[in-house]
Structures are given as C-alpha cells and as structure tokens.
C-alpha cells in the first residue's frame, strides 16, 4: 500500500520566517495530494491541495509544490504568523478514495 | 450546514465495556470515513463507507472493532470489548464523491479506556 513520510516532525520558527515541510510518497498511482491543518482539539482541516497534472499551487501566502518524478510534495507557508501555529499532515491518495496521511509536523511560530 | 458531527465528544469506560462512537455526515455528502488517531501511529483509516456501503475495511484492527451505516446520515463505531490500547481520538469524516475531492473531519471522540 502507500507510505508517506513527512519531515520535519517539529519545526520551530520566528514569525514573519517562512516554514517548508516536506514529504514523500510511494505509489507513483497516487494523484492527489491534500494538506490539513489540524489545531488543539479540533479536527484536520484542508488548506490546499494539489492534483497529479499540477507542478505547484499558490493561495495567498500557502504554496505546494508537487514533483511526481521524485514523488515528493512540499509545503511552504510565508510571513509565518503565530496562528499558523497547528500540527499540519500531508496525504496521498490513489483512485479509490483512501486517504494515507504522513506523520504530522507540529509547526511552532514564535511572536 | 453544522459540519461533521460526531459524539461523544469525550468517553471515558473501563475495559471489557462496549463503546460506540456515533457520526452525522454534512448532509449530501456520500463517502464516509473512520479515523484513528495516536501519538504513535498518527492518523490511521479504519473504514470507509461509499453510499452506506463499506467498501474498505482492512484498516479495522481486530474483529472487536465493528462500523455501520444504516442510512446516509447515521455511521456508528463499535469496540467491544474494550481494551486500555484502544484509547485514542477517533475521527469521522465525510466527503462529496468518490476521490481526490476534500474530507470534512468532525470534532474527535476522545475515548480513554481505563
């Protein structure tokens, strides 16, 4: 089955920095690729995804970049503010609708 | 629309108890999804429903581990019985179609099994 991986598992960074997470997949089958924000007590939300025939995607200060040779997408957040402060997955899904979320980075933006 | 509702928010029920964690999917929408969630293994899927059918069960850990949906807007998690490993937070999600559309969580079950 898939197997994403995802880096960092903390990240720590001075508001106003950008943050970059990273993660990799396994199933070259694999065509979408969603991003969740889940903060404390509450459940994962999308924030953006992007789709296999799609290099990279940008809403306001959230991008996705997607290399579907090296099966690696990213997430870039700029002019980082202290409410972007969450835990954030990624995950990969093939047709069929399952979603395979990696392990979670726990985002930390110091005021 | 309220969102995915699920309850209750918080169980507490000591082992060899029966538990059911209980989901209303937004309205329309016709996939349903049971997450698990720990520290340790993170975000797991357990089962997925696509028109009240189940069509992937292979996340479900063991037999003691049971989910319906007898109609579109009514999904219930059963464990029983209940194990101290199986406290985690349990999540349902719902989505419109079959793929590579967004999953709407609800709120969590926080289950702790003493």
């Known amino acids: 089955g898939e197997n994403v991986e995802q880096h960092p598992s903390t990240l720590s960074v001075q508001e106003g920095d950008s943050a970059v997470i990273k993660c990799t997949y396994s199933?070259?089958?694999?065509?979408?690729f969603p991003w969740y924000k889940q903060e404390l007590g509450k459940g994962p939300q999308l924030i953006i995804d992007i789709r296999s025939n799609v290099g990279e995607k940008k809403d306001q200060r959230i991008a996705v970049t997607l290399n579907k040779t090296a099966k690696h997408f990213s997430l870039h957040i700029t002019e980082t503010q202290p409410e972007d402060s969450a835990v954030y997955f990624c995950?990969?899904?093939?047709?069929?609708?399952?979603?395979?979320f990696g392990g979670g980075t726990r985002l930390m933006v110091k005021p | 629309d309220a969102g995915v509702i699920q309850s209750p928010r918080h169980e507490v029920t000591e082992m060899g108890q029966e538990v059911t964690l209980r989901c209303k999917p937004i309205?329309?929408?016709?996939?349903l999804f049971w997450y698990r969630q720990t520290m340790m293994r993170g975000l797991e899927l357990l089962i997925y429903f696509n028109n009240n059918v189940p069509i992937d069960d292979s996340g479900m850990p063991e037999d003691r581990f049971s989910a319906k949906m007898p109609n579109a807007s009514f999904s219930t998690l059963k464990i029983q019985p209940s194990e101290p490993r199986d406290s985690a937070v349990y999540f349902c999600?719902?989505?419109?179609?079959?793929?590579?559309?967004?999953?709407?969580f609800g709120q969590g079950t926080r289950l702790t099994v003493v």
């Open positions: 995950a990969a899904e093939k047709a069929g609708n399952m979603l395979t």
């Open positions: 999600a719902s989505s419109l179609g079959f793929g590579g559309t967004e999953a709407f």
């Open positions: 309205s329309g929408h016709n996939s």
């Open positions: 199933d070259s089958a694999s065509n979408y």
